[in-house]
């Protein structure tokens, strides 16, 4: 088969790391027979510099186009100091609002391998974990295209009166289809969904709750509970083993995502998908449009200096494989090259432990890392 991608390397590390999930997608194109055509687009900084704006129309229309899109990262200093609307982080969320992903799944779990680098003590892992092990794997499905990203902001008075502000607004059915793709993804999991909001101040979090509550009877071997933002930002250092899939809102999502990457060991490693609603076009045949991104951002300080972890962007190829294309053999393929690669000890310095000559592990830069992915698809 035939699959075309819109390809946005972006700025910073986003073209060194998106490089590597092409050659690993190719490379298994190969071995299972399909090919994957690029649309190489420029969102971010490098179009701003380019053509004065992050997110030109011709972009937005050319990914439209494709069956999926992968995103490396966008951002960095020298566009920092311009006004809100001309930020290359605008592209990503003109993409995200664009394309209508509303659904953005960030997995989170601690890789056997990866225990050296995480900062939890075994003992609190251990005692959070239903089966006792010292690890944890949740997912959070965090809303993508509203909330206070996407509410009305401004600016008002003027001296010392002046005061800005930022919106948080939701609509029943923005909740309602988030928290469905949620439960979903529950009920190919442990059948745990944990709703997470702040309803004890916010009146758009208290309708998040009666949402849920309203549509947990129709998932009845889900078990559905309710946590405050800042219990759940505690709960995930203090046994993370207790959550299956945490779902919420945007900003909520956007800040427990960071979080739970540090507790996997580094934010390198986490890839994410983005899923539109199912296209009723026949022409789309059902398709569902995703943006798949790894959550980690344009890291300026390291880029150009192969430094830069490829995994989460390689990983976040293997969402866009399952998910997208429906190509699960090729996705689980993707997945256990990395974990051969971490077994022979490869990591790159974000994941090191921190007795790595001790462990028996091999420091290397974002192309041997990325060589060594490759080797394990031959
Ligand atoms: C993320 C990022 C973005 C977000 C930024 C870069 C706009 O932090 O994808 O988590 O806040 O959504
Ligand atoms: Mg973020």
């Not at 027979?33 to 701003?48: D, K, W």
């Not at 069956?67 to 966008?74: F, S």
Request: hydrophobic share 45%.
């Amino acid at each position: 088969m035939k699959y075309s991608i819109a390809l946005v390397p972006g700025d910073g590390i986003g073209p060194e790391v998106s490089s590597w999930a092409v050659n690993v997608l190719d490379a298994l194109g190969d071995k299972f027979g399909h090919t994957f055509n690029y649309v190489e687009l420029l969102a971010g900084g490098c179009a701003i510099d380019r053509y004065g704006q992050p997110l030109p129309a011709d972009t937005l229309e050319a990914a439209k186009q494709c069956d999926a899109l992968l995103l490396g990262a966008v951002g960095g200093p020298q566009w920092e100091n311009l006004p809100g609307e001309l930020r290359p982080e605008r592209a990503l969320l003109g993409l995200r609002a664009g394309l209508g992903v509303f659904a953005n799944l960030r997995p989170a779990s601690l890789l056997p391998q990866l225990a050296g680098a995480c900062p939890l003590k075994d003992d609190v892992l251990k005692a959070s974990n239903p089966e006792g092990k010292p690890s944890f794997d949740l997912l959070i499905v965090r809303e993508l295209t509203g909330g206070i990203y996407f509410g009305q902001r401004g600016r008002k008075g003027s001296g010392k009166d002046e005061a800005a502000f930022d919106t948080e607004m939701y609509a029943r059915w923005e909740i309602e289809r988030l928290l469905r793709v949620a439960y979903e993804a529950a009920a190919k999991r442990r059948k745990k969904l944990c709703v997470v909001d702040k309803a004890n101040v916010m009146e758009s979090s208290r309708l998040w709750r009666e949402v849920a509550q309203a549509i947990s009877s129709e998932y009845k071997d889900i078990e559905t509970s309710f946590l405050y933002v800042d219990n759940c930002a505690m709960q995930l250092i203090r046994a993370p083993g207790q959550f299956d899939v945490i779902a919420t809102s945007n900003i909520f999502g956007d800040i427990l995502s960071d979080e739970a990457s540090v507790i996997s060991g580094s934010i390198g490693m986490l890839a994410s998908a983005s899923l539109g609603a199912a296209d009723d076009l026949p022409a789309k045949n059902g398709r569902v449009m995703g943006m798949y991104e790894p959550i980690h951002g344009s890291a300026p300080d390291i880029a150009g200096k192969d430094l830069a972890n490829p995994l989460a962007m390689i990983l976040s190829g293997a969402m866009m494989l399952r998910y997208s294309f429906g190509l699960e053999k090729e996705a689980c393929a993707i997945e256990a090259a990395v974990s051969a690669v971490l077994d022979k000890g490869f990591r790159t310095k974000d994941i090191a432990s921190r007795d790595s000559a001790l462990c028996g592990e091999k420091i290397v830069g974002t192309r041997e890392m990325g060589t060594a992915v490759l080797k394990e698809l031959e």
